[in-house]
């Protein structure tokens, strides 16, 4: 397609797209939580609204879809926008990418059910949805300008290309791609099992839909943690193979779908006390969010749940652990990995999950094992989860970055099981287990004087301890 033919699909589609957004645009969000507002110096990419859902069918059990997105510039300079070099201003490989993802909430858990490849932007448009708009040409998304993309545009597998292929944390790039062909149908959109949509097996189950910009001059200016957006979505009726899709209430703005768990943790705008969102920032590179949440199940256990979300980290994680004190029964042990697809290069095995006497980890291979293992990428999120028979406490988890670097690891405040409160056996003075005869004899061989038969502390073995040492005869509870 050419320029004005560019031009002619895109103006046809913004006052839809526009209309659409402002009714769901809101203002930023607060900063209480670090949530990315943006410093409003250079160019700063923004999702202004998620106006519609497209499905294209099933294959093998997988769904397909596409989000729409509608891009704003908030900051105080253009965003390049060229997919051919143009000179002077700017090259073929500075444009945005778009990563599309979906996530369910169901019985208190918050997991990642879809991802898709990424969408390559061309020729932005000069729309109004965030305010002003200083128009420029195809090749920039000017000064307060909006630029929309249906999901019939994101879910186009000529422009979708691989996420292997993002630098998450520069925007940098190859382009034109390459990639595999598409697979029929379902190949390089957003891939969700049926089974994640059915509402006879997800009863109450919401859904979040997530869009995620990264582009090069946006990332260059600090801007690129404020690139996230997600809206809440229905399922509705079974036609041609696949769930119909839709949207319901605000785009939530630079925000991300892991917050969708603290806002609709207990149902529809009701927020979960318990879950609890942080962000940890890598030297040198991006941005992990983690979420946890902690149950109290009534039989004398607890239910441990994290959620990992990797923003924008280019080294990625590659392995994440809990500190877990001796005596600590844990049982349970579960993860949610979501797979890459349609050709990408990376394993789908699942991470390997270990106990030692201080931690639980779960771990893919090293780097050097596997440059291509399952590691936590960008826009992506695994959970790992457990049982165990100690409350929570505040402990340091560690998530292991997997590409080499000067740090090896970050490490984030989260709940964790409490250290098991030792029983003393009173009167066992040999430690054997028992109270019998032999400590008696301890205790009497020290008659008068002090050592470990001063049970009571008083500074001298007399009548008051040999008392206590008949008191707990027996076996040691």
Known sequence: MNLIGRLIVLTSLASVAVAVGRLDAQPRVAADDDGGVASVIGPDVIIGAMPDIGKYGTVNGISAYAIG??????????????????????????????????YRIVDGRFEQIGMSWVKHGFCALSGTLCGPCQATNCDTLGVGCSDPYSASLNGS???????????????????????????????????????????????????????????????AAGNANNNGAYRRFTVGAFSSGSYTLSFVG??????????????????????DPDVVIQEIDVPGDGRFIVGSKVSVNGNGTWSYEYAVFNQNVDRAAGSWSIPVAPGVTVTNQGQTII???????????????????????????????????????????????????????????????????????????????????????????????????????????????????????????????????????????
């Open 157 to 219: 597998t000529t422009w979708l290309g691989p996420r292997s292929q993002i630098n998450p944390l520069t925007g940098a790039f190859p382009y034109p791609f390459s990639a595999p062909a598409a697979p029929n149908i379902i190949g390089r959109r957003i891939q969700v099992p049926i089974d994640a949509l059915d509402p006879a097996l997800n009863s109450g189950a919401i859904y979040i839909g997530e869009g995620h910009y990264i582009a090069a001059d946006d990332a």
């Open 339 to 477: 797979n890459h697809h349609s050709g990408e290069p990376y394993s789908t095995d699942p991470w390997v999950m270990s106990a030692s006497g201080s931690e639980l980890l779960w771990s893919t291979q090293t780097f050097a094992q596997n440059a291509n293992a399952n590691a936590l990428r960008w826009s992506t999120m695994f959970n790992f989860r457990f049982v165990a028979d100690q409350p929570p406490v505040t402990g340091a988890a560690s998530i292991g970055l997997f590409k080499p670097g000067e740090e090896s690891s970050v490490s984030v405040n989260v709940p964790v099981p409490a250290t098991p409160e030792v029983e003393v056996c009173v009167g066992d003075l040999n430690d054997s287990g028992t109270v019998d005869g032999a400590d008696l004899a301890i205790l009497l061989g020290q008659w008068g004087g002090s050592g470990s038969g001063d049970l009571d502390g008083s500074g001298s073995v007399d009548g008051a301890d040999l008392a206590i040492l008949l008191g707990a005869w027996g076996p040691c509870p």
């Open 69 to 102: 997105t509608t891009s704003c510039n908030i900051g105080d300079q253009v965003l390049f926008w060229c997919d051919a070099d143009v000179p002077g201003l700017c090259t073929k490989d500075q444009h945005p990418v778009i990563a599309q993802n979906m």
């Open 250 to 271: 605000p785009t939530v703005q630079q925000r991300h779908a892991i917050y969708a768990w603290k806002d609709h943790g207990l149902g529809v705008g009701i927020p």
